[in-house]
């Protein structure tokens, strides 16, 4: 099993920055992928950015240059930040693992952390 841990949410101005950060614990969490999807309010969840435990690194096309993914192996720890945020940011930002030794994410989750970007 894997138990996964969001930080970092808030609020924040637009044209803001924000850093959200997720640690990984458990047995099952070994080489794993990690990444960052985001549901807001009234959508569907979609996927904002993934890496794998070797650094290849994957952004949906909404947030490439703006936002940055990046991880710590050594503190089973992924990050995401968040730069020049806009108001369609404004989401629940949920923190994803794949299984261990895969590329892919979405088999484990965090609960999510609270994202919204308003003047």
């Known amino acids: 099993q894997v138990q996964l841990a969001e930080s970092g949410g808030g609020l924040v101005q637009p044209g803001g920055s924000l850093k959200l950060s997720c640690t990984a614990s458990?047995?099952?969490?070994?080489?794993?992928?990690m990444g960052w999807y985001r549901q807001a309010p009234g959508k569907e969840r979609e996927v904002v950015a993934s890496i794998t435990y070797g650094g290849s690194t994957n952004y949906a096309d909404s947030v490439k240059g703006r936002f940055t993914i990046s991880r710590d192996n050594a503190e089973n720890t992924v990050y995401l930040q968040m730069n020049s945020l806009k108001p369609e940011d404004t989401a629940v930002y949920y923190c994803?693992?794949?299984?261990?030794?895969?590329?892919?994410?979405?088999?484990?989750w965090g609960k999510g952390t609270l994202v919204t970007v308003s003047s």
């Open positions: 458990g047995t099952g969490f070994r080489a794993n992928a």
């Open positions: 994803t693992a794949g299984r261990p030794y895969s590329a892919r994410v979405g088999n484990y």
